[in-house]
């Protein structure tokens, strides 16, 4: 199985440090997406990013920046200036042919 | 405000028995996607519906069954209920083109006792 690992299956920083949440996946395909998704405690999974795997550029919006590594397969995220509203289950998921295949998840909490 | 509406938000049934899940989507969602959710575990992948075809499937036994009807919504069905089917089932739609992917829905949180 081509799979999504995310190493960090719990983070817990004090408010306002910068967090980086790991992310690995495996690919046989040459044309692929990888996304990033939130889940707050209400069960929903909220959209962050999607990156096409021709296009390596990293990305920042506001206080989340993204590092797609093609070499060593990474898609990491990181949260500049972290506050409480953060805290969530983070996934990583790369997308195969007609599904998402996601990681475990890493549970960031955010410490006022 | 989210595309997909689920429901119920939280169901409690009893092994062996079946259950329907149901999921609204926005116009325009073309693909209906089911996800299952253990506790503390990523989702998995069930089924996805285009155009109320069943186009791909994931590692889960027939007893899990689904529909997509013309007016963006649809179903899971499970049938013979086992305890391990206590899970969050997210539905997802899309459209082939959009940017951001799939628009996940709340979810139903099923309890098998």
């Known amino acids: 199985a081509q799979k999504v690992t995310q190493a960090q299956t719990e983070i817990s920083v004090v408010e306002k440090e910068d967090v980086t949440l790991d992310c690995v996946y495996e690919?046989?395909?040459?044309?692929?997406?990888l996304f990033w998704y939130k889940q707050p405690p209400s069960g929903e999974l909220v959209f962050l990013i999607r990156?096409?795997?021709?296009?390596?550029q990293n990305e920042i919006s506001g206080r989340y920046s993204w590092n797609f590594q093609k070499s060593t397969s990474s898609f990491n995220f990181t949260i500049t200036a972290s506050q409480v509203v953060d805290s969530a289950v983070y996934f990583c998921?790369?997308?195969?042919?007609?599904?998402?295949?996601f990681g475990q998840g890493t549970r960031l909490t955010i410490n006022p | 405000e989210t595309g997909v509406t689920q429901s119920p938000t939280h169901l409690i049934k009893t092994r062996g028995q079946q259950v329907t899940l149901r999921c609204s989507s926005q116009s325009g969602h073309n693909t209906v996607s089911w996800y299952q959710q253990a506790l503390g575990q990523g989702p998995q992948f069930i089924f996805q519906?285009?155009?109320?075809?069943?186009?791909g499937r994931g590692n889960f036994p027939p007893r899990f069954s689904g529909l997509q009807f013309p007016n963006y919504s649809s179903e899971l069905n499970v049938n013979a209920l086992e305890l391990d089917d206590s899970a969050l089932y997210l539905c997802a739609g899309g459209e082939d083109r959009r940017k951001d992917g799939y628009t996940f829905g709340s979810g139903t949180r099923l309890t098998v006792v």
């Open positions: 690919t046989r395909d040459t044309t692929y997406y």
């Open positions: 998921a790369r997308q195969g042919a007609q599904k998402l295949v």
């Open positions: 519906y285009y155009r109320e075809e069943e186009n």
């Open positions: 990156r096409n795997s021709f296009d390596e």
